[in-house]
């Protein structure tokens, strides 16, 4: 009897005895049963989106601003918003959005403006970015667990000439705002939203619900103005390469989603109400809950943060029957104790990525769900989107844009390429690096940095001239256009929903006093989602080392999500040619135990310290002791 734990393998299969499971793919019997009588309901949808798309060209006269006017007159009375105990109709979304948008525009904001917001998730967040974009300024959404280098880094790289505080950030903001070389205009434009009413305005500070109380509710003549190339929203994302970078979304980009997910994926009504589960500055919040509820002015559901034991009290209360997600969302969800009302629930549908096939077929069934329209893309609108528009169980679905899936040498951690130069596509039941094909390189932007941008792309992939963008991730070919999600190569991994920057901990653990070097890098936990951060040190002596101190640092500099779980102390790192560390052996020996005479250091949940990596614990963990 063979006593041996089965491991994860990097494509996301099981591995027992050295043997990967063998993969799934798409059977012919499966495709003449589903896909092809599928297709015959979504083709007539999609020419009706290439109809609309052709009609809106980048220079047409039309944004989410007026979407929400024409809802206003099309479905006054249905909902448009809830949070918490408040509900509004759309045509008391697109008045407060008013209300904003004219005080805006006395105060002198114009068409190419940018605005930074830095807010929870709460009511007040949509009615601003929707005033904003009726005025053509660009809102710069912050990601709220951003706090010092990282936060001072996002309000740099997009700097405004408002900035909107929430009551409930106020302190955070404080801590960096001398460092942020604000102008004196700026400085005389900081406006303060309360939030709980615990505090009034800070010296400095404007009470923006003061302002706007009197201000009009009648559309601003500006809408009219806004084209649908001008930009709405910048997304931060942590992308390869280190810091957070803006990429740019468009009153185009939204409005292309919404009839791609309003109407081919998810197939949206008026009287659906979608419970938006992530930041409302997330891609997910904006690009596929907002812009799929955009398609028939379907409600929105918004709550302050996802929480696992309340999340379906709280979808009966909105009676939401669809909700967006993000695979550790499912599991957290999946991991709650079992309790004999799972499946008395309005949900019907859920859109997102990350669900894993090893609980997808139980979360459905347990949770009484009829579809997943799981996905996989990314914020920049160049990277190859998929969708599970057919319902085809642990598929992320399929793109209707070129992308190719090619060959990766994970030893050397870079594409495979021919005598030639050329890369090679993997064949079905094969993962690889997944591609987006650039069809035009001379319109090519995906940030507003353009040599972030440029570091995206390859070159030269088939044939001369070409240009692809790599997403970074490893996909698997499962026939018939169809793909899975298999990992996140490079130096970003996910944890807890968010996209870690490895060079961005890097960067900030290396400043820390004993430190003469370190790497950075996302490990598997079994039974949790995504990978958490693992850092390798290289100390700079031999006098005993300070966790505590350790650890006050990194909470201080870095976001909770970016916090390492685990330390190795490593003797001297292996380098490549160009001089950088080998990840891909420290990544493969992960933390584990048996495997590794170095010392090992934990931070188990709940604990406020690092402690021995003891067998015990490794076993702990690998048995499901320890929720991180």
């Not at 990525?353 to 347990?366: A, C, S, T, V, Y």
């Not at 596509?425 to 507003?448: D, R, W």
């Amino acid at each position: 009897m063979n006593d041996q734990k089965p491991e994860v393998s990097l494509s996301g299969e099981i591995v027992q005895n050295g043997d990967e499971k063998k993969p799934y793919i798409i059977s012919k019997e499966e495709y003449k049963s589903k896909i092809q009588p599928s297709w015959d309901k979504k083709t007539p949808l999609i020419m009706q989106g290439v109809v609309w798309m052709e009609e809106h060209t980048p220079e047409t006269k039309y944004s989410i601003g007026l979407r929400i006017e024409e809802h206003a007159i099309a479905y006054p009375d249905k909902l448009a918003l809830l949070y918490e105990d408040e509900k509004y109709t759309h045509k008391e979304f697109n008045e407060l959005a008013n209300r904003y948008a004219n005080y805006f525009l006395k105060l002198g904001l114009k068409r190419g403006d940018e605005a930074v917001l830095f807010v929870e998730n709460r009511s007040e967040y949509m009615f601003i970015i929707v005033a904003l974009g009726k005025l053509g300024v660009v809102s710069s959404l912050i990601n709220t667990n951003l706090r010092e280098q990282p936060l001072i880094h996002s309000m740099q790289h997009t700097p405004g000439r408002i900035y909107i505080i929430g009551e409930e950030l106020i302190e955070a903001f404080e801590n960096i705002k001398s460092r942020l070389d604000l102008t004196d205009e700026q400085n005389q434009k900081l406006f303060f939203l309360p939030d709980k009413g615990e505090m009034n305005a800070p010296e400095g500070y404007i009470n923006l619900n003061e302002q706007i109380k009197n201000s009009e509710i009648t559309n601003p003549p500006t809408t009219s103005e806004v084209i649908m190339d001008d930009p709405f929203v910048y997304i931060f994302t942590s992308g390869t390469t280190g810091l957070p970078k803006a990429a740019i979304l468009k009153h185009r980009s939204i409005l292309t989603a919404m009839n791609w997910w309003g109407a081919m994926v998810v197939d949206m009504k008026t009287d659906d109400i979608i419970y938006i589960t992530t930041p409302l500055f997330h891609s997910h919040g904006i690009k596929v809950a907002f812009a799929a509820a955009l398609y028939r002015g379907s409600a929105m559901a918004i709550a302050r943060k996802f929480s696992a034991s309340k999340f379906w009290d709280e979808a009966r209360k909105f009676n939401a029957n669809c909700f967006n997600y993000v695979g550790e969302i499912c599991r957290y969800l999946y991991n709650q104790p079992p309790k004999p009302d799972d499946a008395d629930n309005p949900i019907v549908k859920i859109v997102g990525n990350g669900l894993k096939p090893d609980i997808w077929m139980d979360f459905k069934k347990r949770f009484n769900i009829q579809e997943i329209r799981e996905f996989y893309g990314a914020t920049e609108d160049f990277v190859p989107n998929f969708a599970n528009i057919h319902n085809i169980d642990k598929s992320c679905g399929i793109c209707l844009t070129p992308y190719a899936i090619v060959r990766y040498d994970l030893e050397k951690d870079e594409p495979f390429r021919t005598e030639r130069g050329r890369m090679k596509k993997v064949k079905k039941g094969e993962f690889g690096l997944c591609l987006g094909q650039i069809v035009e390189p001379e319109k090519f932007y995906m940030y507003k940095d353009k040599e972030a941008t440029e570091k995206k792309a390859f070159r030269d992939v088939f044939r001369k001239g070409d240009m692809y963008i790599n997403t970074g991730d490893l996909l698997r070919d499962i026939g018939y256009g169809h793909v899975q999600f298999v990992d996140r190569l490079g130096d970003t991994f996910r944890w807890k929903g968010e996209n870690v920057s490895t060079e961005e901990v890097e960067s900030v653990i290396n400043i820390f006093k004993q430190i003469d070097m370190c790497s950075v890098y996302g490990v598997i936990i079994p039974h949790t989602e995504g990978r958490a951060g693992m850092v390798s040190l290289h100390k700079i002596d031999n006098e005993e080392f300070d966790f505590k101190g350790f650890l006050t640092f990194v909470q201080k500099y870095l976001p909770e999500y970016a916090v390492p779980k685990f330390i190795r102390f490593i003797t001297e790192f292996s380098f490549t040619a160009t001089h950088k560390i080998q990840k891909v052996k420290l990544k493969n020996k992960g933390f584990n135990i048996n495997e590794l005479k170095d010392p090992l250091f934990v931070l188990l949940p709940e604990s406020s310290a690092y402690v021995p990596l003891t067998k015990e614990i490794y076993e702990g963990i690998s048995e499901r002791k320890y929720r991180f």
